[in-house]
């Protein structure tokens, strides 16, 4: 039997590739998304304006890099990312493109200290995503109630996660690395190809969470 880390390897390598969605204002250099593209080569979706964010021209922008793809990939998206993926994918013809998502910590752009800044992504589209999603939330954050984010996650037909109190999932909370968040992604990965992960137990727990 191959070690368990040669099989984590060739999941990520050979099966897809992975796309970074960061939200408003991109993801600083201590984000745990900066550190994924630092640490396994992941590719962010850089934005022609992260301080006026245009629903419209994200979703532009998510298209034009998917369609200079050749192999499907994987989405990872944080804050306003998520709601890109549910807008991309609700308008979208190549949402074939998409092998699956992990989506954290979704911003609620009908929060009063939000709205006028992210006007044009209301409402938020909550159209069940054509491809496996997992949606990681926290009971205390400040830009999206737990109860909104499983709203979400119900209307995407995701996998829901709650972390319980972390605050908004990012370089604040503290999750430096975040490895627990990127097995997830491998054990999607390994779902989605029909392999077995290398591990004893599911490392989230699907009686928690419902959709795919």
Known sequence: ??????????????????????????????????????L????????????????????????????????????????????????????????????????VAPGDPELPALRSALRSWVPVQQVRLPFPALLVGSSNDPYCSLARAQQFGRGWGARFVSLGARGHLNADSGLGDWPEAHQWLLQLQAEAAGAPFPTATPIFDKENSHGN
């Open 40 to 103: 396994y080569g992941y590719q962010r979706v850089e934005q022609h304006d992260w301080l006026r964010p245009l629903r419209g021209d994200w979703i532009a922008r998510l298209e034009e890099v998917l369609l200079a793809r050749a192999a499907p990939v994987w989405l990872v998206g944080h804050s306003l990312g998520c709601l890109l993926v549910a807008a991309w994918a609700a308008h979208s013809q190549q949402t074939a493109r998409v092998a699956g998502a992990l989506l």
């Open 1 to 38: 039997m191959l070690p368990a880390c040669y099989a984590i390897k060739t999941i990520v390598t050979t099966n897809s590739d992975v796309l970074i969605l960061p939200g408003w204002q991109s993801s600083g250099p201590l984000h745990w998304q900066s550190r994924w593209e630092a």
